[in-house]
C-alpha cells in the first residue's frame, strides 16, 4: 500500500517533468530509504534528477504517505540497467545485452550479445555470431551491458 501511494505520487511528477518512473525501491526499517530510477529516451541528466528529487520532496512532504523520516535518492538506471520487459527489449534492439535464462539452452544458461529482434514469444540475439532465440518465459534475468 506505501509503495503504491509513493508510485502514484512519482508518477504524478515524472509526467509533469518528461521523464518515466524506472523502478521503485523501499528499503531498510525504521528509517526508510526510497530509491526511485527515473529514465527518458536517451538517458537523464543529473539536473533533471535534482529537479525530480526537490518535486518529489515537497510533495512528498505535503501528502505524508511515509510515517516518520526518510531519506530519497533519485537515480538513473545506469549503462547496464535491467531489462524487465518487453518494451525495454524492444528500446534497446542492437544494444549489448546479458540475459540468464531458468533453463539451459545449447548447453548454457548465460549469454552476452547484441539483441536482434522482438518476437511475440521471444527475443533473438546474436550471440559470437550466432542468433539464439530465448523464449520469454525462459528469461530468469537480463540487462545491457556496458561497451568501452
Not at 38 to 59: A, N, Y
Not at 65 to 81: A, H, K, N, Y
Not at 97 to 107: A, L, P
Request: aromatic share 6%; charged share 30%; glycine share 6%.
Amino acid at each position: 500500500m506505501l509503495k503504491q501511494k509513493v508510485s502514484r505520487l512519482a508518477e504524478q511528477v515524472a509526467e509533469e517533468q518528461g521523464v518515466e518512473v524506472f523502478s521503485i525501491e523501499l528499503l531498510g526499517k525504521g528509517k526508510l530509504l526510497l530509491r526511485i530510477f527515473i529514465d527518458k529516451e536517451g538517458g537523464v541528466t543529473l539536473d533533471e534528477c535534482e529537479r525530480f528529487s526537490k518535486s518529489l520532496g515537497l510533495l512528498l512532504d505535503v501528502e505524508n504517505p511515509i510515517p516518520g523520516s526518510f531519506t530519497l535518492e533519485v537515480s538513473s538506471p545506469g549503462l547496464d540497467r535491467p531489462l524487465r520487459n518487453r518494451r525495454d527489449f524492444e528500446k534497446n534492439i542492437g544494444k549489448l545485452s546479458r540475459i540468464v535464462t531458468r533453463e539451459k539452452i545449447h548447453n548454457r544458461n548465460f549469454f552476452v550479445g547484441r539483441i536482434a529482434a522482438i518476437y511475440d514469444d521471444a527475443v533473438r540475439m546474436r550471440v559470437d555470431e550466432h542468433d539464439i532465440v530465448i523464449p520469454w518465459e525462459n528469461i530468469s534475468r537480463a540487462s545491457l551491458e556496458i561497451e568501452l
